[in-house]
Nanobody, 118 residues
């Protein structure tokens, strides 16, 4: 059974930092993309960042320069370093994994809450 388990969320003041982790088990995603999405209250889930198996990385414009996605293939884990956090970053953050670099995301984590206070 494939599982993605996120950790590292919490409450932080504006300008602070958090590091999210997502550990995958049940299969390896070394040939696929891993990414992060988020969903704020009353809003649709939105893309945050993705890293392909070849380390091609993309971010949504609102987090460029503040967030960094990275992967540890040996640990089957993806990270999201979030700096200079803003109240607008408050959301449930979800990890996702794809069996291929450009296909749909096949697996999703349960989410971890990030709350940024002003």
């Amino acid at each position: 059974q494939v599982q993605l388990v996120e950790s590292g969320g919490g409450l932080v003041q504006a300008g602070g930092s958090l590091r999210l982790s997502c550990a995958a088990s049940g299969r390896t995603f070394s040939r696929g993309a891993m990414g992060w999405f988020r969903q704020a209250p009353g809003k649709e889930r939105e893309f945050v960042a993705t890293s392909t198996s070849g380390s091609i990385i993309n971010y949504t414009d609102s987090v460029k320069g503040r967030f960094t996605i990275s992967r540890d293939s040996a640990k089957n884990t993806v990270y999201l370093q979030m700096n200079s956090l803003e109240p607008a970053d408050t959301a449930v953050y979800y990890c996702a994994a794809s069996l291929g670099d450009y296909g749909p995301y096949n697996y999703w984590g349960q989410g971890t809450q990030v709350t940024v206070s002003s």
